[in-house]
């Protein structure tokens, strides 16, 4: 993803919380549902109390990215990268009997997910180099 305001800026990609997260993932469908209850209370609440709740929620809204990594941890470059330079790049292209291309490098420009972790990570990916 790209920022608006200035084109040269890559941001990485956006956790969401989906639906088929709170179905398979208990704990999150729980804070969830206490999310709710919070939110309604924030809404009578008054003053200092009102605070409380808002920082309360705040902190629940958190908590729910934590509880989804920990059941579904994201990937992420990490001491891999840093081997890069040891590890052999050597590819060998051939095209099965659909004419779609086939590589065997660890690393290959003909799949999606490979481009998506080369441009989520461009910044370390930097500075590592």
């Given at each position: 993803?790209?920022?608006?305001?200035?084109?040269?800026?890559?941001?990485?990609?956006?956790?969401?919380?989906?639906?088929?997260?709170?179905?398979?993932?208990?704990?999150?469908?729980?804070?969830?549902?206490?999310?709710?209850?919070?939110?309604?209370?924030?809404?009578?609440?008054?003053?200092?109390?009102?605070?409380?709740?808002?920082?309360?929620?705040?902190?629940?809204?958190?908590?729910?990215?934590?509880?989804?990594?920990?059941y579904k941890p994201t990937m992420t470059s990490g001491t891999a990268v840093?081997?890069?330079?040891?590890?052999?790049?050597?590819?060998?292209?051939?095209?099965?009997?659909?004419?779609?291309?086939?590589?065997?490098?660890?690393?290959?420009f003909f799949k999606p997910e490979h481009i998506c972790a080369l441009l989520?990570?461009?910044?370390?990916?930097?500075?590592?180099?």
């Open positions: 993803m790209i920022e608006d305001g200035d084109k040269n800026i890559l941001l990485t990609q956006k956790k969401e919380i989906t639906n088929k997260d709170l179905e398979e993932i208990q704990a999150l469908k729980d804070l969830k549902e206490a999310i709710k209850i919070v939110e309604e209370m924030e809404k009578a609440a008054t003053g200092k109390k009102r605070y409380k709740l808002k920082k309360w929620l705040i902190e629940m809204h958190q908590e729910q990215y934590v509880i989804k990594d920990s840093k081997n890069l330079t040891k590890t052999s790049l050597d590819e060998n292209i051939t095209f099965d009997e659909n004419q779609e291309p086939v590589s065997d490098c660890i690393v290959s989520c990570n461009y910044s370390a990916l930097k500075e590592d180099c």
